[in-house]
């Protein structure tokens, strides 16, 4: 990572003697012998680390260093000053500066300070970029739906609260994005979002991931952790599938969220955490409470707000604007030119029943981007999971009460995928001519244009 490194000292040997220690690194080095030249160059040009003297004529580096936290604050500010004056780079690291040298210093000993900023910039680069990653990949809540609507207010008015909140809504309908989209417009938002997956850990280990234990508390402890209550501290705590923890952990987890504090396990000192909880489930937390596996007063504890997620399937309306998302993104990652979905693969998604909810339609339309050598996606881009799906509501067999239209189009959607696909096998082995095969298909929405 390559910086650029303002060197501002009016002693002209210390100026040179820093430049040409620094020039010999990777780095953009430029050099000024006042304060008056730094503090104008800073108002033109960005820089990522300044070093400089504290003791100047008129613009001292204190003055720089205020500037510089006032109009650039993510910019790294290095004190040089001589021994006698080391209580002024003191007060200096409390206004904000990352580091001082004492002169007279060595060349190792700026590398050395130098580095240590390089790292620091560059760790702070990575934060900041993952931090946006998650913002622009947690904004994808879409929809225009009635009920999403509702959800999108709901969250506006719960997120900058401490309320606990509960979400329920099958696999694949967006909970963890729901989750993030309450932490990201909380004050919170700067403060950690720690994810746990209840569902992914066994019963032995889900204490210790919730609260940490200490160095001993059992058989290869061999260091104290920190549990995800404690990594979540002022921040958010997100339980996905709640329904998951074991009963005989829910009654700590019921005192966490009453008192606010825990124990690690193999200590009997509490500790205070502030965390807002978010839990998610895709179960009946009721049926799970009516046939014992899970705790009434638990339930309540965490259904101060509840959130249920609409499935796919109950909110059709909001499929063209899915679609259109997840084509622009693909497109994106793909570097292709996909103008959208054309009108027969638009019928078959309206027509199916989307199981795995929005989930299984950013995969089929991510496989359909990738393998597809058009410009408009139709029907034949999507897998027959997709065709049959049409029909898997009634059972996927043929049953007394189907109609002759409902039979015929099993009939030819089953043949069809015993041949993996290829028409003119189907069509022989139906009886049929695969121009008529192929007006069949057309009339479910899944061939381009009848013959």
Not at 175 to 189: F, M, P, V, W, Y
Not at 252 to 265: C, D, G, S, Y
Not at 361 to 370: C, M, S
């Given at each position: ?5 303002l ?14 220690t ?68 003191v ?8 580091d ?28 900041r970029?993952?931090r ?16 999403m ?18 979400i ?59 549990g995800?209550?404690e990594?979540a ?5 997100l ?48 049926k ?15 259904n ?28 994106a ?6 103008a ?36 408009l ?52 082995i ?22």
């Open positions: 990572m390559k910086l650029s490194i060197i501002v000292d009016d002693d002209k040997l210390v100026n040179d003697f820093v430049r040409e620094l020039g010999r690194t990777r780095h953009e080095i430029t050099a000024v012998f006042s304060g008056e030249e730094a503090r104008s160059l800073l108002d033109q040009t960005a820089f990522d680390i300044v070093l400089t003297d504290i003791k100047m004529q008129k613009i001292s580096g204190m003055d720089i260093l205020r500037h510089v936290k006032a109009n650039a604050p993510e910019t790294v500010v290095i004190m040089m000053t001589a021994y006698g004056t080391v209580q002024n780079a007060d200096a690291m409390k206004l904000g500066a990352f001082y040298l004492i002169k007279p210093f060595s060349p190792d000993e700026i590398e050395l300070v130098v580095n240590r900023a390089h790292d620091f910039i560059a760790l702070f680069s990575e934060n970029r993952l946006l990653e998650v913002n622009e990949k947690y904004r994808t809540l879409i929809g225009a739906s009635r009920r609507t509702e959800i999108f207010t709901l969250i506006k008015d719960v997120a900058p609260t401490r309320s606990t909140v509960l329920n809504g099958e696999s694949g309908t967006g909970k963890e994005l729901i989750a993030r989209a309450l932490h990201t417009n909380s004050d919170r938002k700067d403060k950690p979002f720690i994810k746990l997956n209840c569902a992914a850990l066994p019963e032995g280990l889900m204490e210790s991931e919730l609260f940490g234990h200490e160095k001993g508390a059992f058989t290869g402890a061999i260091r104290q952790t920190r995800r209550f990594m501290d002022t921040g958010s705590l339980l996905d599938e709640i329904s998951e923890i074991p009963i005989t952990l829910q009654g700590k987890l019921l005192r966490v969220l009453q008192e606010r504090e825990f124990e690690r396990v193999g200590s009997g000192t509490p500790m205070q955490v502030d965390v807002r909880i978010i839990a998610t489930t895709n179960r009946n937390l009721k799970e409470i009516s046939e014992g596996r899970f705790r009434e007063d638990l339930y309540f504890r965490l101060v707000i509840g959130v249920d997620v609409p499935p796919l399937r109950d909110r059709l309306d909001d499929l063209p604007l899915l679609i259109d998302h997840f084509i622009k993104k693909y497109s990652e793909t570097g292709k030119e996909i959208g979905l054309d009108e027969s693969a638009l019928r078959l998604f309206m027509k199916y029943h989307w199981p795995g909810n929005v989930r299984e339609l950013e995969n089929f339309i991510e496989r359909a981007v990738v393998i597809t050598k058009n410009k996606l139709s029907a034949k881009d999507f897998p027959q999971s997709l065709v049959l799906g049409q029909i898997e509501d009634r059972g996927g067999d043929f049953k007394i009460g189907m109609t002759v239209h409902e039979a015929e189009k099993l009939l030819i959607l089953k043949t069809l995928e015993d041949q993996a696909g290829n028409r003119t096998r189907a069509a022989e139906l009886g049929i001519n695969p121009r008529t095969l192929r007006n069949k298909l057309y009339e479910y929405g899944i061939a381009d244009t009848p013959e």
